[in-house]
């Protein structure tokens, strides 16, 4: 969401106020640093062992009160899928205007991402305004009765983000990084976490990382791990002490995007990941059974590895082993955004209300 704050930030015709739920406070807080946004409204609702209810009514109780007391014209919601869902019905209680940025993405079955997918059904009946990423977003929205003057193509905001974070003499803030060969090793970049993959995928994720190692001598496996303790607890049982397997501290997002451009390939069962290792010529190997974002596996950028043992281990050895692939999926295009979709919206916005 940083890129749409600062176009409309800059732009003469709107007054944007920003409100962050802050669920996961160390993760936002370095973000809101590196993009120098100060929000207007910090609900700080974070707490230990918080389940998705109790994050929920936080929000929604929170963003109710902001939305009062602001009275905004519209409101913008983006971020985890929870906070948008809350803030789009705190949007709907109040009879206020509300605009989805990255609209429409579906797998159709609403356990699977969990709980995003019914999060963004919940966010696409309530939105006037509706940012769809790709055409293949756009057409979901249609499948369910979106008036097409509503929607509006944009790329993806996460795009917009990257422009100018990597540089080639780049020094990692997080000294693991640093002492990463990534000229005589391959360097994998994963990350997992997803509470549908809690418990046993998880578990047999990492095995299928163990192994990967075990038969690959020159590949590293970097995986900054998520604070959830569910994540840590299965990732150290397995992966901790490993050689070559490096368990760090989650990384801000310039020294992930930076480890992401040089790395061999990403496994991630993230939403964004799929969209921005692309960006870098990076193939990506998802950890799910399914994605919301189709377009990847269409344009050959993406590859399914599922969450057991064998399929991440045959999909990743796949990809080591076969050079044409790797080659084809590096240099596939990314269907996900040109780094212009924030001035898209701002326009859309503007236009909207004109009319």
Do not use: W
């Amino acid at each position: 969401m940083a890129p749409v704050v600062r176009v409309l930030s800059a732009s003469l015709l709107v007054e944007s106020v920003v409100c962050v739920t802050a669920q996961h406070r160390d993760m936002l807080d370095s973000v809101l640093d590196i993009f120098g946004i100060k929000p207007d409204f910090d609900l700080n609702i974070m707490t230990a062992g918080q389940n998705l209810a109790e994050i929920t009514t936080k929000a929604l109780n929170g963003l109710m009160d902001v939305i009062s007391r602001c009275a905004p014209d519209l409101v913008l919601v983006h971020g985890d899928t929870t906070t948008t869902m809350a803030a789009s019905l705190a949007a709907y209680y109040s009879r206020v205007r509300l605009g989805h940025v990255e609209a429409g993405l579906r797998t159709h079955n609403k356990y699977a991402p969990f709980p995003e997918e019914v999060n963004r059904r919940i966010a696409g009946v309530a939105a006037d305004l509706h940012f769809a990423p790709t055409e293949m977003a756009k057409a979901n929205l249609l499948a369910e009765n979106v008036a097409d003057g509503h929607i509006f193509v944009t790329g993806n905001t996460a795009i917009d983000a990257i422009d100018g974070m990597v540089k080639p003499d780049y020094h990692f803030k997080a000294d693991a990084l640093n002492k990463l060969d990534f000229k005589a090793k391959r360097i994998i970049a994963m990350t997992a976490h997803r509470r549908e993959n809690h418990g046993k995928p998880l578990e047999d994720i990492c095995k299928a990382v163990l192994a990967i190692k075990r038969d690959f001598g020159d590949v590293e496996v970097v995986y900054p791990v998520h604070p959830s303790p569910v994540v840590l607890e299965n990732a150290r049982k397995i992966l901790a002490g490993a050689d070559g397997i490096h368990l760090i501290d989650p990384v801000d997002i310039v020294d992930m995007h930076n480890l992401l451009s040089r790395s061999h390939l990403v496994l991630t069962d993230s939403g964004g990941l799929q969209e921005e290792a692309p960006h870098h010529n990076v193939p990506v190997v998802v950890l799910r059974q399914v994605t919301e974002r189709p377009e990847g596996l269409e344009a050959g950028c993406l590859v399914l590895g599922g969450d057991d043992t064998d399929s991440v281990y045959n999909a990743v050895k796949k990809l080591l082993t076969n050079k044409n692939l790797h080659t084809s999926m590096a240099e596939a295009k990314n269907p996900f955004g040109d780094g212009c979709a924030s001035q898209r919206i701002l326009k859309a916005i503007l236009e909207y209300f004109r009319k």
